[in-house]
């Protein structure tokens, strides 16, 4: 029975809707595991947040003390120009005591990310988050190409080798997503599983949109 903290951030709630939908996968997978999602602290002041059309959500935040309560993470990562955003690097960058404790060893984390493009960098963004894994000696779980459709190219879906995403299409109205989703497992085994995401994006079409989750944690 695994304790999976999922952390995340979100502006616009694309990698939010993931991590609820990824919290249902998890909770209803028959390992008797559960999930509860944290934000990282916001670093942008409410002033900025309006004027970027962003959003607050009701979710707890979490602390570095924290960390060492759970048996595994998957981090929320939205892309910033192929990186990830300030404010999960300053939550990264505050664990300097959970480094030196080592309280961190040998747990097992899992990515997923938002682009607004196709090519948003979703790939190098895993890459900035798997220096703290490495640095904190964290099993990084990848998907892999587990699920078949990972390998079907006759339409464009979200998800990869390296974790769940999501392409949100990039345009100027920014609002906050709403979502009718629903989820089921597919995977070879108990310690790889893939999740699979339909939402709907636009206010004028109903596009589906598949994404990928793995963690071998539950």
């Not at 909770?27 to 999602?37: H, L, Q, V, Y």
């Not at 048996?71 to 120009?81: A, E, M, N, V």
């Amino acid at each position: 029975m695994a304790v999976i903290y999922i952390i995340i951030y979100s502006l616009y709630g694309h990698i939010k809707a993931l991590a609820e939908e990824i919290q249902k996968g998890i909770e209803a997978s028959g390992t008797g595991s559960t999930a509860k999602i944290f934000q990282v602290p916001e670093t942008l002041s409410p002033e900025i947040i309006a004027k970027m059309h962003g959003a607050s959500f009701d979710l707890p935040i979490i602390s570095p003390s924290e960390l060492k309560n759970a048996d595994g993470f998957l981090f929320g990562i939205p892309t910033r120009f192929g990186n990830m955003p300030a404010e999960m690097k300053a939550f990264f960058d505050s664990t300097g005591q959970e480094w030196v404790a080592g309280s961190l060893r040998d747990k097992f984390a899992g990515t997923f990310f938002a682009t607004g493009t196709q090519h948003g960098g979703q790939e190098t963004t895993a890459y900035t988050a798997i220096t703290w894994f490495v640095h904190h000696a964290i099993n990084y779980v990848p998907l892999g190409y587990t699920a078949d459709e990972l390998r079907d190219n006759t339409e464009i879906v979200g998800g990869g080798p390296w974790a769940t995403s999501m392409n949100n299409n990039t345009n100027n109205n920014n609002n906050v997503i709403t979502t009718n989703s629903t989820s089921n497992f597919v995977g070879p085994s108990t310690t790889s599983r893939g999740l699979i995401t339909e939402e709907n994006k636009s206010e004028k079409k109903k596009r589906s949109m598949k994404a990928w989750f793995c963690c071998g944690c539950i």
